[in-house]
T-cell receptor, first 111, second 115 residues
């Protein structure tokens, strides 16, 4: 089993839709989690951090379920500009800040 | 404040050639990382450094070497390039004093093709 797994998609949704991505992780000791956004052929950029049960920032909500070892990202009222690949990232503690990346979920928002 | 920069942005090599990728950061970060990203895959850690003069192997270190002679620079070397090393290479840096403890800042990437 991979340390971090995501549904690769692609998710094709119309503008205004609500879309959710899930990510599962294997290390039950993990304490913090991240969602990064990556636009085509560009560097990943931090979207949200999740330390406790969840985090909300405008149209974006990240939730953590420690018992089932998954993190979700919910995007409400999708915009064309939300089209990107969303990477689920789990840091390895006490290992020089190493990050373990999922393979990414591709989102395409259509007019 | 340039953040993390990488040179070159693009490069085409022939099998067996060598090259060095340069990563530079102006944020006085202690930690620096080299990743590669292949189609349909997340980023995989090649090597990393927790301070000037120190380096360590990541998940996929074979075929690469690194050096961190100055705090602001992290070099990735390919001694004898192979087609399997065709990839996009990202450098990242992080400070241990960041509020978001594990936030890494990424460079724009280097697209390398080995023929």
């Amino acid at each position: 089993r991979k340390e971090v797994e995501q549904d690769p998609g692609p998710f094709n949704v119309p503008e205004g839709a609500t879309v959710a991505f899930n990510c599962t992780y294997s290390n039950s000791a993990s304490q913090s989690f991240f969602w990064y956004r990556q636009d085509c052929r560009k560097e990943p950029k931090l979207l949200m951090s999740v330390y406790s049960s969840g985090n909300e920032d405008g149209r974006f909500t990240a939730q953590l379920n420690r018992a089932s070892q998954y993190i979700s990202l919910l995007i409400r009222d999708s915009k064309l500009s939300d089209s990107a690949t969303y990477l689920c990232v789990v840091p390895r503690r006490n290992q020089g800040g190493k990050l373990i990346f999922g393979q990414g979920t591709e989102l395409s928002v259509k007019p | 404040n340039a953040g993390v920069t990488q040179t070159p942005k693009f490069r085409v090599l022939k099998t067996g050639q060598s090259m060095t990728l340069l990563c530079a950061q102006d944020m006085n970060h202690e930690y620096m990382y080299w990743y590669r990203q292949d189609p349909g895959m997340g980023l995989r850690l090649i090597h990393y450094s927790v301070g000037e003069g120190t380096t360590a192997k990541g998940e996929v270190p074979d075929g690469y070497n690194v050096s961190r002679l100055k705090k602001q620079n992290f070099l990735l070397g390919l001694e004898s390039a192979a087609p399997s090393q065709t990839s996009v290479y990202f450098c990242a840096s992080r400070s241990i004093t960041d509020r978001d403890i594990d936030t890494q800042y990424f460079g724009p990437g280097t697209r390398l093709t080995v023929l």
